[in-house]
């Protein structure tokens, strides 16, 4: 039996998914939330074999979540679930220990066979996620600066594009406001802009962001 666990901040989605894997013989879903902090407190007290995780959830988010939820429970198998195609994302979630990259638009037996080859050791990567990151190893920076960013960075950055004040990033990230503005100000360097309102922009220029959500 492979025990599932999901974790997105759209009930629809978890719904849906839900759905799917509990007429399919081997799999059971063995909970669900809807937030970073939550998966990370969950897999303290439990052991999924594959958790299913959104990567743009309000506070901490996916990225951040497999990270913490990884370096305690190094046999959790993690599967992103996302939107998210572009660099860099993909590369940052299997550098932070992921074992798979799929797209929200993936078949149900694409999202199938994804649990059973990871659950088995291996990863898996959404073809045309695959194919992505390896044309990114020859894109410059001028072409999309974000793959400089580091896992911070680009979760502030996330954060900061998605209207949430200094104040809140830090509380949520138990960082001090003082250190949010910092990683703030190295965004706008890197990233050759003048702040929040740039970033934004940029972000939804280099299909980071989808102006449709804002």
């Given at each position: 039996?492979?025990?599932?666990?999901?974790?997105?901040?759209?009930?629809?989605?978890?719904?849906?998914?839900?759905?799917?894997?509990?007429?399919?013989?081997g799999?059971?879903?063995?909970?669900?939330?809807?937030?970073?902090?939550?998966?990370?407190?969950?897999?303290?007290?439990?052991?999924?074999?594959?958790?299913?995780?959104?990567?743009?959830?309000?506070?901490?988010?996916?990225?951040?979540?497999?990270?913490?939820?990884?370096?305690?429970?190094?046999?959790i198998?993690?599967?992103?679930?996302?939107?998210?195609?572009?660099?860099?994302?993909?590369?940052?979630?299997?550098?932070?220990?992921?074992?798979?990259?799929?797209?929200?638009?993936?078949?149900?037996?694409?999202?199938?066979?994804?649990?059973?080859?990871?659950?088995?050791?291996?990863?898996?990567?959404?073809?045309?996620?695959?194919?992505?990151?390896?044309?990114?190893?020859?894109?410059?920076?001028d072409?999309?600066p974000?793959?400089?960013?580091?896992?911070?960075?680009?979760?502030?950055?996330?954060?900061?594009?998605?209207?949430?004040?200094?104040?809140?990033?830090?509380?949520?990230?138990?960082?001090?406001?003082?250190?949010?503005n910092?990683?703030?100000?190295?965004?706008?360097?890197?990233?050759?802009?003048?702040?929040?309102?740039?970033?934004?922009?940029?972000?939804?220029?280099?299909?980071?962001?989808?102006?449709?959500?804002?």
């Amino acid at each position: 039996m492979i025990n599932v666990f999901l974790v997105d901040d759209h009930v629809l989605v978890r719904t849906g998914i839900r759905r799917i894997l509990e007429d399919v013989r081997g799999i059971k879903v063995v909970g669900e939330v809807s937030c970073g902090e939550d998966a990370v407190q969950f897999c303290r007290e439990n052991q999924p074999d594959v958790i299913l995780m959104d990567m743009n959830m309000p506070g901490i988010g996916g990225l951040e979540a497999t990270r913490k939820i990884l370096r305690n429970n190094p046999d959790i198998k993690i599967i992103v679930l996302t939107i998210h195609t572009e660099a860099p994302f993909p590369s940052k979630v299997m550098q932070a220990g992921g074992s798979g990259y799929l797209t929200k638009s993936a078949a149900p037996d694409e999202v199938l066979g994804a649990i059973r080859k990871v659950h088995s050791g291996q990863r898996y990567i959404s073809p045309e996620i695959a194919q992505q990151m390896a044309l990114s190893q020859f894109s410059s920076a001028d072409e999309n600066p974000f793959q400089n960013l580091s896992e911070r960075e680009l979760q502030i950055m996330m954060m900061i594009t998605k209207g949430q004040r200094v104040v809140d990033i830090a509380k949520q990230l138990h960082l001090n406001s003082k250190t949010v503005n910092a990683y703030r100000y190295r965004l706008f360097s890197k990233l050759n802009i003048n702040g929040d309102v740039e970033l934004t922009h940029l972000a939804i220029r280099h299909g980071i962001l989808d102006a449709d959500t804002l």
